[in-house]
C-alpha cells in the first residue's frame, strides 16, 4: 500500500542537455523504468500519506476483509476500531498505520473480533504449527465496487501527493482502473493479491509527454527511497516494540510463583 515528492538536482549532460529519466533512475540505484516508477507513485501511496476519514474507513473495511472478517463484519469492526481509537486520532491515521493498526492500538483488537461471525472466527483463527505465521485468509464476499471506490481515492490521494496534475491523476487512474471489472477487484482482495504496477506501467506512461516523464520521474525515484527507509526504521521501531513486550511477558512468566 509508499513514496513521498522530495526534489533532487538533474545534472546537465554535454550540450546542456537534461539527464533523462532513464539515466536519473540508474544514478539512484534503481532498476525500474521510469514508466514502472510512474506507476508505482499512483498505486502505492505513501506510508506518511493521510487521507479523509472516509476514505480511511473504506479502506479498514478492506483491510479487515482482507484478514478474514466478512464484509458485513468488516463494517462493525471498523465502527469497533474507531470507538477505541477515537473520531479525532482516526482522522490522523496514515495510510501505512492500516496494517499495523493493531500494534499502535492493542484494544481495537478485540472490539473488531465482538463483530465476527463464526465463519469469519474460522478464517481468523486457523491452527498453524507452533513459531510459524497464521496465514490471511481473506474474506469470500468482498464488494467489488467497494474496492474500486476506496482505491480511486487512494490512487487519486496518492498522484496529488506526489505532485501529478488533476488531469494526470485522471488519466493514470483511469488506466488502472477501467481495464478491471468489480468482480476483478474482489478477487484481488479474496486471493490475498495486490494490484502490480508493472502489470499498468506501459498505460500509465502514455498520460504523460517525454518532458515530464524526464522531470517528474527522478523526484519520484529519490521519494521512493526515501520512504523505503521510512518504512524500514518504522519496521525496526514496531519489531523492537513486540520484543518488548514478549519480553516482559516471558519475564513475567518465570519471576511467577
Request: glycine fraction near 6%; include cysteine.
Amino acid at each position: 500500500m509508499t513514496a513521498m515528492m522530495s526534489l533532487v538536482a538533474v545534472a546537465g549532460c554535454s550540450g546542456g542537455d537534461k539527464e533523462s529519466a532513464e539515466d536519473a533512475l540508474a544514478k539512484l540505484g534503481l532498476s525500474d523504468s521510469p514508466a514502472v516508477v510512474l506507476a508505482v507513485a499512483i498505486e502505492r501511496p505513501s506510508a506518511q500519506l493521510v487521507v479523509e476519514p472516509d476514505l480511511t474507513s473504506a479502506y479498514l473495511r478492506v483491510a479487515y476483509a482482507a484478514r478474514g472478517y466478512g464484509w458485513a463484519d468488516a463494517q462493525c469492526a471498523v465502527e469497533r476500531a474507531i470507538q477505541v481509537i477515537g473520531v479525532d486520532a482516526f482522522a490522523t491515521l496514515s495510510v501505512g498505520s492500516i496494517g499495523n493498526l493493531q500494534a499502535a492500538y492493542p484494544d481495537t483488537e478485540p472490539a473488531a473480533r465482538e463483530c465476527a461471525s463464526p465463519e469469519s472466527l474460522a478464517r481468523l483463527d486457523i491452527d498453524v504449527p507452533e513459531g510459524e505465521k497464521r496465514p490471511a485468509t481473506p474474506a469470500t464476499d468482498v464488494d467489488g465496487a467497494h474496492v474500486r471506490t476506496t482505491l480511486d481515492g487512494l490512487y487519486r490521494a496518492s498522484a496529488a501527493d506526489r505532485g501529478l496534475t488533476a488531469t494526470e491523476a485522471d488519466c493514470a487512474v483511469d488506466k488502472i482502473l477501467t481495464p478491471r471489472s468489480d468482480d476483478d477487484l474482489a478477487a484481488v482482495v479474496e486471493d490475498n493479491r495486490q494490484i502490480d504496477p508493472a502489470d499498468d506501467a506501459d498505460e500509465v506512461v502514455t498520460c504523460f509527454s517525454t518532458e515530464r516523464i524526464d522531470e517528474f520521474v527522478p523526484q519520484v525515484g529519490q521519494a521512493l527511497l526515501d520512504d523505503r527507509a521510512e518504512a524500514n526504521k518504522e519496521h525496526d521501531r514496531i519489531q523492537a516494540e513486540i520484543n518488548a513486550q514478549i519480553d516482559a511477558m516471558n519475564a513475567s512468566t518465570t519471576t511467577d510463583p
